[in-house]
């Protein structure tokens, strides 16, 4: 009987990844004027890590990724007939949440950059030290890292905060002020 050659097994396919490793379903993308300064300023305040830069002759960014903590932001400049920025458009209608480990950190590092506070760090109801910000190129961030907090203390400081609210237009700083 003749000798039957073994068959070399065929090396598997890598397995093709539908969404790149190190995202999440839902990526944000920023347009920002001043992009390239936009990536500096989120280094320096975030902390973020500068994964990929795609560049115009000019300078101007096409493209960029950073990781924030364990999540990917994108931005590109803005560029004429595309998305515009939230300077251009008087404001910013989307918030950036970002938890953190020591978000009294964060907070120091995102104001000393220059960020514009808009909510005021404190400890909230919900049983987080939480604040808002807008970075330089108009985008509107929200701190936060999770504390321990009792079921009466969140309750009482719940109800604290619904008298506020009750009272009609504010800027929300009132509550986090008085929970310091």
Same mark, same amino acid.
């Given at each position: 009987?003749? @000798?039957?050659? /073994?068959?070399?097994? &065929?090396?598997?396919?890598?397995? =093709?990844? *539908?969404?790149? @490793?190190?995202? $999440?379903?839902?990526?944000? +993308?920023? &347009? ?5 300064? /936009?990536?500096?300023? +989120? ?9 990929? *830069? ?21 931005? %590109?400049?803005?560029? &004429? ?15 950036? $949440?970002? +938890? ?9 590092? /995102? ?10 760090l404190g400890n909230? =109801?919900?049983?987080?030290? +939480? ?24 309750? @009482? ?5 619904? @008298? ?14 008085? %929970?310091?």
């Open positions: 009987m003749p @000798k039957r050659k /073994a068959r070399r097994k &065929a090396k598997p396919k890598p397995k =093709f990844e *539908r969404i790149p @490793k190190g995202f $999440h379903s839902v990526t944000p +993308y920023l &347009a920002v004027s001043g992009a390239a300064q /936009a990536v500096e300023w +989120y280094k320096n305040a975030f902390g973020a890590k500068e994964l990929q *830069r795609q560049a115009l002759p000019d300078g101007k960014l096409i493209h960029a990724r950073l990781r924030i903590g364990d999540s990917v932001v994108m931005l %590109s400049d803005t560029f &004429a007939g595309g998305h515009k920025d939230p300077l251009q458009l008087g404001g910013a209608s989307v918030t950036l $949440h970002v +938890y953190t480990g020591n978000v009294d950190s964060l907070w120091k590092k /995102a104001v000393e950059a220059g960020a514009k506070v808009d909510m005021e909230m =109801f919900w049983g987080e030290r +939480y604040g808002q910000v807008t970075d330089p190129f108009g985008h509107s961030w929200s701190l936060s890292m999770r504390i321990p907090m009792s079921r009466k203390e969140m309750e @009482k400081q719940r109800a604290e905060a619904m @008298k506020m609210f009750e009272q009609g237009p504010h800027s929300g700083n009132e509550q986090s002020q008085s %929970s310091q």
